[in-house]
């Protein structure tokens, strides 16, 4: 055996001081001063050293706190059921806000009863039975539509190829994620290597590449499993009250549900679920990276409903991301489409959450002197909700003696016009408004996504050329165009430039609420432009109206409020709205108040395909004159449009009596009611 020699003692001394101290600071002082990812290397260090010469182990070490540890095709498959997203809370008071607003929407004071699920970071997949047997299995996808990936789900031992039990519906879609366990995802990546194959980063994407195996043999020899998280029956009645009854009936049919899951009832339970998870986070067998609150009542589900792709009774309370420590080399200053100047610092790359990170936002000056950050400065960084990586905490303890002080230009990086900054506000922003390039970039294509005025064809690369070459300066300039501006374009020929010209011509007419979502302003997204337009009825009235007459719309709060009145008070923006009206656009006034819509109060369902116009228009024209549109038929369901291939909706619908109306005459109820999507 190897005697440690006297540099090997006073490292492992070194290292048992470095970490009682880091022990210190982080569970006494709750301020620590490395990451948890570089302590573990300090402590795996120490651990080694100890491993090789156990003559050096002495009982205070750190060490002795803790025990030893036929090949397919991906058809597209549209989803029956949309499968939807969720909102994210990272903080305690983010998820008290949220079982505020549950109870708000409810009108009650009652604590509400939870399910609390472990948030597998996996891969989200569907699976349909017919009389018990697997049919079909997809991926999420985009939510609407996913990939068939029948072949291969069927090589997991965990999924059931046929239902247990005697009371199996005839149609039912049980949902969940596929993940790989640890144990699996580390043997998996060491046969890898031995055979020289490139390695995967993590389980999630291990999961997610073993599941789109061209070969499902292949993906039978991945240790992939499968959680079920909710399930879905054609005739709805069939399901029982709660959400957590459902989880009891699908283990019964022979999938596995997570042993995890529990009830909470109130939010302070919610809370404690999540302390106690993340607790046992680095003990589970498998990733998770947070912990999903569902209502668990599924009559109150549906009373709460949706809002844009995630539902109202649902949230995922995010885990603490990874965090890595690197050094900030430089400091840049973006320019938003709002004007908004963001400050970035770019890093010395490191690998953080599973990727390489080399930028990363400041926010503003506000957070910058909070977190004194220079130059030169070593830094905690991390991945917030792991998508945006974040500068979160400056090692002062190691800044250089060059380290530089991070200063607000005085102009504008992109059009050198000044910078201001709002008293009582953190961002500063660039006064050239819809005149900076950057800006203007951003807000033409904006003004003609696909959710605002929807100019087909007007896409980034033309819009990047219209603007290099002067041909568009604000979004007025679009209605000058003449086809003579854009024939001589590369690659833009006679035919190609005429139906531009037609695309920006229809879009002269817009309703208003899609107008105001157009202008850009910061905060005011569908809803909020919706609730603006319906409120207000003119552009004059919501240009005029006072922060607290905004306050009064559904969804406008003091923040949105001071983001409408200053977008209205620029000069700038006044001018280019009467340089819209010059050059014909005319956005209609909202005739209707939200008092006199003839279907306020009521719930219509949609069912079947429509000849004449989209799911999405004719959920728009019904939410127009007031209606609230649901995906299930009920006893309180005023009526159902039933289309062509109408299917348990409309027999649904008949069982109960609920009128029911054919595409003719909806078309018909539309246009004596003069809507308009």
């Known amino acids: 055996m190897t005697k440690a020699t006297p540099d090997v003692i006073s490292r492992a001394g070194e290292l048992r001081d470095i970490l009682t101290e880091h022990n210190y600071q982080y569970y006494v002082l709750d301020d620590p001063r490395i990451p948890d990812a570089e302590y573990d290397r300090l402590f795996r260090e120490l651990q080694d050293l100890e491993a090789k010469y156990p003559e050096i182990v002495t009982p205070d070490s750190p060490t002795r706190r803790v025990g030893a540890q036929g090949e397919t095709t991906f058809e597209e498959v549209a989803h029956r059921i949309p499968m939807l997203s969720l909102d994210n809370a990272f903080s305690e008071e983010e998820l008290r806000d949220f079982d505020r607003r549950v109870k708000d929407r409810l009108k009650t004071t009652d604590d509400i009863e939870y399910v609390c699920e472990p948030k597998l970071d996996g891969l989200a997949v569907s699976l349909h039975y017919e009389a ?17 990936i029948t072949a291969n789900i069927r090589t997991i031992p965990s999924v059931p190829l046929k239902l247990r039990g005697d009371s199996v519906p005839d149609l039912v879609e049980v949902r969940g994620e596929v993940y790989m366990p640890l144990k699996g995802f580390e043997s998996l990546n060491k046969r890898l290597a031995d055979r020289g194959e490139k390695t995967f980063v993590n389980p999630r994407n291990a999961a997610a590449g073993s599941l789109r195996q061209k070969k499902p043999s292949v993906t039978a020899r991945r240790p992939l499993e499968m ?22 009936q699908v283990r019964n049919w022979g999938f596995r549900i997570n042993p995890e899951m529990r009830l909470a009832t109130g939010v302070e339970a919610c809370l404690k679920a999540y302390d106690e998870l993340m607790e046992k986070r680095a003990s589970l067998p498998y990733e998770i990276d947070g912990i999903v609150f569902k209502v668990n009542s599924l009559a ?12 109202r009774w649902a949230i995922a309370h995010k885990f603490p991301a990874q965090e890595e420590l690197t050094v900030i080399e430089d400091v840049e200053f973006q320019v938003g489409r709002t004007g908004a100047i963001t400050p970035v610092a770019r890093l010395k790359p490191v690998f953080v959450g599973g990727v390489t990170v080399s930028n990363a936002t400041l926010h503003n000056m506000d957070e910058i002197r909070r977190l004194d950050a ?20 400056v090692v002062t303890e190691r ?10 230009p005085e102009t504008c990086p992109v059009c050198q016009s000044d910078i201001v900054q709002i008293e009582g506000e953190a961002v500063a922003r660039c006064s050239g408004g819809l005149f900076c390039p950057a800006q203007r970039k951003e807000a033409i294509r904006h003004y003609a ?8 064809g007007l896409g980034d690369k033309w819009i990047d050329i219209l603007v290099e070459r002067e041909l568009v300066r604000t979004v007025a300039d679009l209605y000058l165009l003449k086809k003579s501006d854009l024939t001589g374009l590369e690659r833009m020929g006679e035919k190609s430039a005429e139906n531009l010209i037609k695309a920006i011509d229809r879009s002269r007419h817009p309703v208003l609420w899609k107008f105001v979502y157009a202008l850009g302003i910061r905060e005011v997204g569908e809803a909020t432009a919706k609730a603006l337009a319906s409120h207000f009825g003119t552009l004059e009235a919501i240009s005029e109206a006072d922060e607290e007459a905004l306050q009064s719309v559904p969804d406008v709060g003091p923040i949105v409020a001071g983001h409408i009145r200053s977008f209205f008070d620029q000069p700038h923006n006044q001018e280019t709205i009467q340089a819209l009206r010059d050059a014909g656009v005319q ?20 069912t079947g395909s429509l000849s004449g116009m989209t799911r999405d228009e004719a959920k728009a024209r019904l939410e127009a004159l ?22 348990s909706k409309l027999a649904k619908a008949e069982k109960l009596g609920v009128p029911v109306m054919d595409e003719k005459a909806f078309t018909g109820f539309l246009a004596a009611h003069n809507t308009q999507s």
């Open 132 to 148: 018990g047997i697997l049919t079909r299995a997809a991926t999420r996808g985009d939510g609407y539509t996913g990939e068939d």
């Open 227 to 248: 959680c079920a998280y909710s399930v879905a029956l054609e005739d709805e009645s069939q399901l029982p009250a709660t959400h957590w009854d459902g989880l009891q």
């Open 300 to 311: 109150l589900q549906q009373q709460l409903g949706f809002v844009s792709r995630a539902p």
């Open 374 to 393: 220079r130059i030169g400065d070593t830094v905690f960084v991390r991945r917030a909700g792991d998508v945006i990586p974040q500068v979160v905490k």
């Open 399 to 408: 800044r250089p003696d060059n380290a530089r002080v991070v200063e607000l």
């Open 449 to 456: 996504s696909r959710k605002a005025l929807d100019i087909e």
């Open 587 to 606: 956005w209609q006034s909202e005739e209707i108040t939200a008092e006199e819509k003839p279907l306020k109060g009521e719930t219509w369902v949609l």
């Open 626 to 647: 007031g209606a609230k549109v649901a995906g299930s038929v009920s006893g309180k369901t005023s009526c159902v449009v039933a289309g062509e291939a109408a299917g």
